[in-house]
Nanobody
Framework: QVQLVESGGGLVQAGDSLSLSCSFS????????MGWFRQAPGKEREFVAI????????RYAEFVKGRFTISRDNSKDMAYLQMNNLEPEDTAVYYCGAAGIFRTTRESFDYWGQGTQVTVSS
């Protein structure tokens, strides 16, 4: 069974940077597409970024606007989300997910971590 554990969230000010990590275990990491989603209070969980198994393909939500970078290290079974120039609107619980196909829909992801809180103050 795949297990995902996020870390790296916290409280930052607008304009700051934050790096999230997601550790993967239980299966062959490089076989899985990895993605980041987020969920703000009272809102649906929304897509943030996705990366293919070998890291050759990436896709981002429009609101990222070049501020976030998704990456992975298949030698360490880790996925990352580097977030720069954070805005108060980025405040949410961030989840990493693992999927068997490269699609940005929440339903495409088979496994989820427990989430890590990111809070951006103005």
């Amino acid at each position: 069974q795949v297990q995902l554990v996020e870390s790296g969230g916290g409280l930052v000010q607008a304009g700051d940077s934050l790096s999230l990590s997601c550790s993967f275990s239980g299966r062959t990491f490089r076989s899985y597409v990895m993605g980041w989603f987020r969920q703000a209070p009272g809102k649906e969980r929304e897509f943030v970024a996705i990366i293919s198994g070998q890291g050759s393909s990436r896709r981002y939500a429009e609101f990222v606007k070049g501020r976030f970078t998704i990456s992975r290290d298949n030698s360490k079974d880790m996925a990352y989300l580097q977030m720069n120039n954070l805005e108060p609107e980025d405040t949410a619980v961030y989840y990493c997910g693992a999927a068997g196909i490269f699609r940005t829909t929440r339903e495409s992801f088979d496994y989820w971590g427990q989430g890590t809180q990111v809070t951006v103050s103005s």
